[in-house]
T-cell receptor, first 110, second 112 residues
Framework: NAGVTQTPKFQVLKTGQSMTLQCAQD?????MSWYRQDPGMGLRLIHY???????DQGEVPNGYNVSRSTTEDFPLRLLSAAPSQTSVYFC?????????FGPGTRLTVL | QQQVKQSPQSLIVQKGGISIINCAYE??????FPWYQQFPGKGPALLIA?????SEKKEGRFTISFNKSAKQFSLHIMDSQPGDSATYFC???????????FGGGTRLMVKP
């Protein structure tokens, strides 16, 4: 089992560009979520999904879109990147009381 | 507004010492309190967790103490080792939507 995989590992964007961060899990979990990690602020929830076709906003959703067409995949889209979106992004797949995190994507927006 | 406040932000402990990290929360609807450990370049991983009906939970060198009336909980690492050097996050789960709220993190360095 690969667990939770994320691609790419690193990305540099220019302001205004768009991109999709990929997340996949092979544990057949219904719940998945996206967090961003910034120094001193812990991990903040961007969007989450309780199953295929069902998504909802978290604490910091502005500038991000998600969709969940399959149980396995939960991509995060940046519509028009801004420097404030420079961060490390983590996808999590959730089983009961355990959040399984992927290795993260380090994004820099210039 | 951070619903889970964590302190200190950084901590340096000598090998063999006790590391103590504290967290406080506001929302009395939180029903599950995990601690996550994160090594550089990796995602956080579950270390230990507790429910509010228990005052203490111990797993090896790691202990959570929970004070429901004070809305505080803490992580104690006994006999701290250099391999424990990592960032630690406390968290709390709301009882709706399976959402986890994290504290700001503590960067622990254990000196040999």
């Amino acid at each position: 089992n690969a667990g939770v995989t994320q691609t790419p590992k690193f990305q540099v964007l220019k302001t205004g560009q768009s991109m999709t961060l990929q997340c996949a899990q092979d544990m057949n979990h219904e719940y998945m979520s996206w967090y961003r990690q910034d120094p001193g602020m812990g991990l903040r929830l961007i969007h989450y999904s309780v199953g295929a076709g069902i998504t909802d906003q978290g604490e910091v959703p502005n500038g991000y879109n998600v969709s969940r067409s399959t149980t396995e995949d939960f991509p995060l889209r940046l519509l028009s990147a801004a420097p404030s979106q420079t961060s490390v992004y983590f996808c999590a797949s959730i089983s009961a009381t355990v959040w399984f995190f992927g290795p993260g994507t380090r994004l820099t927006v210039l | 507004q951070q619903q889970v406040k964590q302190s200190p932000q950084s901590l340096i402990v000598q090998k063999g010492g006790i590391s103590i990290i504290n967290c406080a929360y506001e929302n009395t609807a939180f029903d599950y309190f995990p601690w996550y450990q994160q090594f550089p370049g990796k995602g956080p991983a579950l270390l230990i967790a507790i429910r509010p009906d228990v005052s203490e939970k111990k797993e090896g060198r790691f202990t959570i103490s929970f004070n429901k009336s004070a809305k505080q909980f803490s992580l104690h690492i006994m006999d701290s080792q250099p391999g424990d050097s990592a960032t630690y996050f406390c968290a709390a789960r709301g009882n709706a939507g399976n959402m986890l709220t994290f504290g700001g993190g503590t960067r622990l360095m254990v000196k040999p």
